[in-house]
């Protein structure tokens, strides 16, 4: 059997709870990942010890939570590789990283004879804040297709990438797995003179991120998908460019001085951090990359592919279950069907057995439609899953199958 | 919850065989929607003859749940009138709800989904054929 991680598991106290009576198995890490005790541990300390608001006041408990929250925009640079920490701001999670490009960036840039080029891949975060923006400006939408085994078509990219002022892509499919090769794309891009976004949802928790390396413009993940807390998110984004960008919203911390008539605003980040932002969420989000890279993101993702291959060779051997999507790049959310058993029966079913699945549309429909599948299951692993709980999946699989008496061709 | 609580017999029966399952060609009233959260899709066709529900099919794609609540509510309201047909739409609310625990005789088959009742989330599931019989009856008032 594989090497595990499975040491890490006694960090993480949820994973200890009974669902149903029976010990939870929670497959459901690309809508949310378990928190490990570090990350509890620095939200009780926060509040019990130096709750304070940053950058404002000047007494002890303001300059330790300032000093902290700017400790963890340090440990996210580095965990992404930026070049320089004023490059990452703080916003709540994905979608609002990708609303903030589209906003301050896009509204200003952007024109009726731009084009915004997305993939059918995307996650409705990033198709939606493209039209809304589209609505007010004109420029079109293009998309990139998917192929039957749930990659790119990127056969044409030259061609599509025409009259591009903006690509917007996910890292990794939420619903496929699929790893998109940002890097190859990304120079593409440029040659065209294209700004390259990228949506890092379902990344952070399973590879090594090197905004570098991938040679994007801008790099969204979400905290609360990288083991940290709900309410923080990270907008990478390279410095020259985030200068030259109007403000997100409006209010305290962004300001570099205000008249009745006119302000001008502060340098990134605080262009892009109005009001007291999540403050212990920062921090306890510094705590999970503490913790995350501990561990070694290289070794998570050791782990992560031979328990995807695993997950997959065991899923495909039962009867009448198909998994969505064939990349060879792949990450470890498995979309799948199973004959004659609606998604969301079957994840009903398996909650039944302590099992934890998403069913549904995965807020990428596009994606769905283009696989002719509108609704499927997901399991999504983390490091924390253990071969054992994918054997307890299939086991459960058999087990719905015979309450809707499915009978195996 | 078991899967056997919640995936009663007779619920596994309708999802299996749906009663009145197709379009209706000839019907006075059709309506179609859809559960946003997993992109289900009900289509509803009602053939009205002297006020009363003459015919009723129903098709599209939904899970075992919508599917048997689906062919339930036609078998349900097949000859009713048109008043019949609201209050049973009434019953079935507060039923499914849980503001009422008893069920007429009329909805008695419906107590299959009692344990679906503790399920917010596939409530909607067993509701999506009642809220667009409501849609049809809506038409018809206006």
Same mark, same amino acid.
């Given at each position: ?409 | ?30 309506? +179609? ?5 997993? &992109?289900?899709?009900? %289509? /509803?066709?009602?053939?009205? =003859? $002297? ?39 009434? +019953? ?5 709800? &849980?503001?009422?625990? %008893? /069920?007429?005789?009329?909805? =008695? $088959? ?33």
């Amino acid at each position: 059997m594989m090497r595990d991680l499975r040491e890490y598991r006694r960090d993480f106290p949820i994973l200890q709870v009974q669902v149903n009576d029976k010990p939870l198995i929670y497959l459901d890490n690309a809508a949310t990942s378990q928190k490990p005790l570090p990350v509890l541990e620095t939200l009780d300390t926060y509040y019990r010890t130096y709750n304070a608001n940053v950058h404002r006041g000047l007494h002890a408990l303001s300059e330790h939570a300032t000093s902290a929250y700017e400790a963890a925009r340090r440990k996210i640079a580095a965990f992404i590789n930026a070049p320089k920490p004023q490059e990452v701001i703080f916003t709540r999670n994905t979608t609002e990283s990708i609303n903030l490009v589209a906003q301050a960036w896009g509204r200003k840039f952007l024109t009726s004879d731009d084009v915004v080029l997305l993939t059918e891949m995307e996650h409705h975060s990033n198709i939606v804040p493209w039209q809304l923006l589209s609505m007010q400006i004109g420029f079109q939408i293009r998309y990139l297709t998917v192929r039957p085994d749930g990659t790119l078509d990127l056969s044409d990219l030259d061609r599509m990438l025409d009259g591009v002022k903006l690509l917007g892509l996910t890292h990794i499919s939420n619903v496929v797995g699929t790893i998109n090769p940002i890097a190859q794309i990304a120079a593409v891009a440029h040659r065209h003179g294209a700004r390259v976004l990228v949506d890092g949802a379902q990344a952070t928790l399973h590879i090594p991120v090197d905004v570098q390396a991938l040679g994007c413009d801008f790099y969204a993940f979400s905290g609360h998908k990288t083991c940290g807390p709900t309410g923080i998110g990270v907008l990478w984004g390279k410095y020259d460019i985030l200068e030259e960008m109007d403000p997100f919203l409006g209010g305290g911390e962004m300001i570099e001085s205000v008249t009745l008539e006119k302000t001008t605003y502060a340098a990134p980040p605080n262009k892009f951090e109005a009001g007291t932002p999540a403050i212990a969420e920062a921090i306890a989000l510094g705590a999970a990359i503490d913790y995350l890279t501990g561990i070694g993101m290289a070794r998570i993702a050791e782990y992560d592919e031979l328990l995807s291959s695993y997950a997959v060779e065991r899923l495909g051997s039962v009867p009448g279950v198909r998994i969505l999507g064939t990349a060879p790049q792949r990450s470890s959310a498995f979309a799948f069907t199973v004959e004659g058993i609606h998604p969301h029966d079957l994840s009903s079913l398996l909650d039944t057995h302590g099992i934890a699945v998403r069913a549904g549309h995965h807020c990428a429909q596009p994606l769905g439609r283009r696989l002719g599948v509108p609704a499927s299951a997901r399991a999504s692993t983390a490091f924390y899953n253990v071969p054992e709980e994918i054997d307890a999946l299939v086991d459960a699989l058999q087990e719905v199958k015979k309450v809707f008496g499915y009978v195996s061709p | 919850m078991s899967a056997r609580d919640l995936y009663q017999e007779l619920i596994l029966d309708h999802a299996r065989n749906p009663q009145n399952f197709g379009e209706l060609e000839h019907a006075s009233a059709h309506s +179609h929607r859809e559960n946003i959260s997993c &992109g289900d899709t009900i %289509d /509803l066709y009602l053939l009205i =003859e $002297d006020g009363r529900v003459a015919e009723v099919r129903f098709d599209g794609q939904g899970c075992a749940l919508s599917t048997a609540s689906a062919s339930m509510m036609t078998e349900a309201i097949k000859g009713k009138s048109l008043d019949e047909v609201q209050q049973l739409t009434n +019953h079935f609310r507060s039923y499914i709800s &849980g503001e009422a625990d %008893d /069920l007429d005789a009329e909805l =008695e $088959d419906f107590e299959a989904f009692q344990g679906v009742r503790q399920l917010p989330a596939r409530v909607k599931c067993v509701t999506l054929p009642w809220v667009t019989l409501a849609d049809l009856l809506g038409q018809m008032g206006e």
